[in-house]
T-cell receptor, first 113, second 112 residues
Framework: AQSVTQPDIHITVSEGASLELRCNYS??????LFWYVQSPGQGLQLLLK??????LVQGIKGFEAEFKRSQSSFNLRKPSVHWSDAAEYFC???????????FGTGTRLKVLA | DGGITQSPKYLFRKEGQNVTLSCEQN?????MYWYRQDPGQGLRLIYY???????QKGDIAEGYSVSREKKESFPLTVTSAQKNPTAFYLC???????????FGPGTRLTVT
């Protein structure tokens, strides 16, 4: 069965520190991969996506993610976190021919001043 | 501006009543989706529709119903059969030739 795992429920970092949020998936082939961000009580905003090609993808707000096929991972990174990055982050996959997403359970990021 | 609107933002109902959540999009997207979000469980798919007058059940469709009479609109009815209806409900849409989903701001439903 297809699944997405975000092993870290909560992460706390200091402002200006680097950030890496982990995402692993289970699927027989390479899915389409996404990272979304959600501020409290709001909808989700797409940060970046990977369909094919260069395995390092750049997104909005200074985020990037790297696809590693051998590890079935799609980790999200940011070199220097800002207080406004505090939010919940969701990794999701979609598989070719279907239009349904499978979401991870999310990682809540707290940023210390 | 193009986007997805959900109304109302907060909704309160008594147990045993049906309630309909609105979702409208002006992005000209073919596909629309309803998700339920509960703390610690991520997003779970309730129903989705790829074309007008057609829709499919998602993972947790029991106790919910939808209609898709217009491309722009995909209302969700939470029926009295839904055992735990209190949750945050998110609507999304996408073009069928891409896989990017765009989300509305959500409706928080509280049933007491």
């Amino acid at each position: 069965a297809q699944s997405v795992t975000q092993p870290d429920i909560h992460i706390t970092v200091s402002e200006g520190a680097s950030l890496e949020l982990r995402c692993n998936y289970s699927y027989g082939a390479t899915p389409y991969l996404f990272w979304y961000v959600q501020s409290p009580g709001q909808g989700l905003q797409l940060l970046l996506k990977y369909f094919s090609g260069d395995t390092l993808v750049q997104g909005i707000k200074g985020f990037e993610a790297e696809f590693k096929r051998s590890q079935s991972s799609f980790n999200l990174r940011k070199p220097s976190v800002h207080w406004s990055d505090a939010a919940e982050y969701f990794c999701a996959i979609a598989t070719s021919g279907t239009y349904k997403y499978i979401f991870g359970t999310g990682t809540r990021l707290k940023v210390l001043a | 501006d193009g986007g997805i609107t959900q109304s109302p933002k907060y909704l309160f109902r008594k147990e045993g009543q049906n309630v309909t959540l609105s979702c409208e999009q002006n992005l000209n997207h073919d596909a629309m989706y309803w998700y339920r979000q509960d703390p610690g469980q991520g997003l779970r798919l309730i129903y989705y529709s790829q074309i007008v007058n057609d829709f499919q059940k998602g993972d947790i469709a029991e106790g919910y119903s939808v209609s898709r009479e217009k491309k722009e609109s995909f209302p969700l009815t939470v029926t009295s059969a839904q055992k735990n209806p209190t949750a945050f409900y998110l609507c999304a849409s996408s073009r069928t030739e891409t896989y990017e989903q765009y989300f509305g701001p959500g409706t928080r439903l509280t049933v007491t």
